[in-house]
């Protein structure tokens, strides 16, 4: 049975929907990194990485390689690259919309009074 196409992008979505799955991604737009440098840069502890890296590998949109004891992070394509892009994009705007209608709330509260 198929799986409808809105219903596998709320998969993908949700799937997408933890802040270490996000800063592994982020992290991972700049090149490969090592299991150290993740958990250098976010800071959580190495099972939780590790959970969290499986669910990403697991998607398909990340894919790993073990250098002898190392293992290699990276992401499988650039369209995970410009999908990052594109939220904070998005994001930038949402927030930059929510602050100019706190400045006019602002506004008219000092009118108001």
């Known amino acids: 049975m198929s799986v409808p196409l809105y219903q596998a992008k709320a998969e993908f979505f949700r799937m ?4 270490v799955r996000i800063r592994v991604l982020e992290l991972l737009q700049d090149g490969p990194r090592t299991v150290r440098d993740l ?7 190495p099972p939780s990485l590790s959970q969290q890296l499986a669910v990403l590998r697991r998607s398909g949109i990340v894919t790993s390689t073990r250098e002898s004891s190392t293992v290699v992070y990276e992401l499988a394509g650039g369209d995970v690259a410009d999908l990052m892009t594109a939220a904070r994009r998005i994001l930038t705007e949402v927030l930059t919309g929510q602050g100019e209608l706190l400045a006019e709330l602002r506004e008219s ?3 108001a009074r």
């Not at 958990?39 to 502890?45: G, R």
């Open 16 to 19: 997408l929907g933890h802040p």
């Open 39 to 45: 958990l250098a840069a976010i800071e959580v502890e």
């Open 109 to 111: 509260e000092v009118t």
